[in-house]
């Protein structure tokens, strides 16, 4: 059946002036403390505009309109712009060519503003993408609905939000001329008069929150079950919720630091010194990476402030500079480079995660460990970085620490003492070759390690003193054996 466009948005027209109408009436008989009580997000007095996006797909009677409510005092009263009824293939270019608009273009006043815009884009624009893009996503969803299942929900409002202190905006996935204008109104005027006879409670002063520093482990993980994909899902390439919203999996200390993890690998530590906190995120990474867990080193720029609540022991709010596909991770919930991050996951149980944070207080219990453990890391970034002989080179020190240590062990375990340990363990003479040889002959180092050993230290001699290149295979290995050293695989 055709609908005629005019008498449509005629229609939805006079269902507005008669809410303007109605809300103004009721407005008028409050006294001067209630009229203060009045929402935000449904004052309707003078001035205020209206503008209306109204998506349709009238074979399957489906509806979702989003109404932008405003108070500019330069436009006159009851403007109303009505964009619709339209199909959902022609939304996106009518909501680009209302937000071109110069009334959307224009930046909102610091005091006009709730809150801070992503990127610093104060325009009203920035802020009406959100609901327009939910608008776009909620009508693929009533789609798929309307495929699989002919239960109809009940119509109401499905959402209100601020844009700023002169204007708002409700999400409505219905038509919203089919519900009553009193009862809208009615609903307004008793929930500020509720307000009004409420009777504030004495807030408890709440504790500060700790602050700290925030990242992802990488390459992506998730702990916990994997969560399932609705139908929804699978049909429209949407996320999952879960993934969407994250929760907490576990809290708890790191070297006497809150540390708090989500369920999408957010990691968050109560340190306030950057570079303390980036230390001990990239131990942690390490014993991740030692553990057998994939994990890249954290550089510096890939922290953003973080802020955990110290009674629940959560998030609280954190930010992330978007400089790297570690970075980035924190932009799935809005659906943002979705080619950076798919959802293919390492997947750890939260009984991992805290094997992994034992195994770092562990190990950097000693500095010389912990540096060794922080070199194998970093070694290991180079090599996914594809930058094989800074692998090799950073992982071999691994290698000549390790030999270091046992050599040290069989100075001790044969009493020596006094100068000549001073000798055999500072001296020039005991190079890391003349080591490597002795350990072999006294039965400390097996003859397999032995070779793996010396071969690597040749092509060690090779980078340094002829320029030769480490490759992929070269790097690979002496990453694998550095690994197996620390763990006590190889002796």
């Not at 224009?106 to 939910?134: C, N, Q, W």
């Not at 006497?256 to 990474?285: P, Y």
């Not at 020596?416 to 340990?421: A, D, S």
């Amino acid at each position: 059946m055709m609908v005629d466009e005019k008498e449509v948005q005629h229609s939805m027209r006079e269902w507005l002036l008669r809410l303007v109408h109605a809300f103004r009436q009721q407005h008028a008989c409050l006294s001067q403390s209630e009229q203060s009580k009045v929402s935000n997000l449904d004052d309707l007095s003078v001035p205020c505009q209206i503008e209306v996006l109204w998506i349709s797909k009238a074979e399957w009677s489906l509806d979702y309109q989003i109404l932008i409510f405003t108070h500019f005092p330069e436009i006159s009263d009851q403007d109303i712009a009505i964009h619709g009824p339209i199909r959902p293939e022609e939304a996106l270019k009518t909501m680009e060519n209302s937000l071109s608009q110069t009334k959307w273009q224009r930046m909102i006043d610091r005091e006009k503003s709730f809150y801070l815009v992503t990127g610093g884009d104060r325009r009203y624009a920035a802020i009406l993408e959100v609901p327009f893009a939910h608008a776009l996503q909620a009508i693929e969803g009533h789609t798929v609905r309307a495929l699989y299942t002919s239960e109809e929900k009940p119509l109401q409002i499905g959402e209100k939000a601020v844009i700023s202190r002169d204007s708002f905006y409700w999400l409505v996935p219905g038509d919203i001329r089919k519900l009553d204008v009193e009862n809208i109104v009615g609903g307004i005027i008793n929930d500020t008069k509720q307000r009004e006879t409420a009777k504030p409670q004495p807030s408890k002063p709440k504790p500060a929150r700790i602050k700290g520093f925030v990242t992802y482990f990488y390459p992506p993980i998730w702990i916990g079950e994997v969560p399932p994909r609705t139908l929804r899902e699978r049909l429209t390439g949407a996320r999952p919720m879960t993934l969407m919203f994250p929760q907490k999996v576990l809290d708890g200390e790191y070297k006497k630091t809150k540390i708090v993890v989500n369920q999408e690998g957010l990691i968050a530590i109560g340190v306030e010194d950057k570079s303390k906190a980036l230390e001990a995120l990239n131990e942690i990474m390490a014993a991740s990476l030692l553990s057998g867990v994939s994990s890249f080193a954290v550089r510096e720029a890939e922290l953003g402030k973080a802020e955990i609540d110290p009674q629940n022991l959560t998030i609280a709010s954190h930010n992330m500079p978007l400089i790297s596909n570690r970075t980035k991770l924190g932009q799935e919930h809005r659906g943002l480079y979705p080619e950076l991050v798919p959802f293919e996951r390492q997947v750890l149980s939260p009984d991992k995660i805290k094997e992994i944070f034992r195994l770092a207080e562990e190990v950097t219990a000693d500095p010389a460990s912990t540096t060794v453990l922080l070199m194998l890391l970093e070694g290991y970034t180079h090599l996914q970085n594809a930058e094989y002989t800074q692998a090799f080179l950073m992982t071999w020190v691994v290698v000549e620490k390790w030999l270091d240590t046992l050599w040290e062990d069989l100075v001790k375990e044969k009493g020596i003492v006094g100068k000549r340990k001073q000798k055999l363990i500072e001296s020039m003479l005991w190079t890391t070759d003349t080591i490597l040889e002795t350990l072999n002959l006294v039965g400390k180092l097996s003859n397999d390690a032995y070779k793996q050993v010396a071969n690597l230290k040749k092509k060690r001699n090779s980078i340094l003193h002829n320029g030769v290149r480490a490759t992929k295979e070269e790097a690979e290995a002496c990453i694998s054996l550095a690994s197996r050293l620390l763990t006590g695989e190889v002796i």
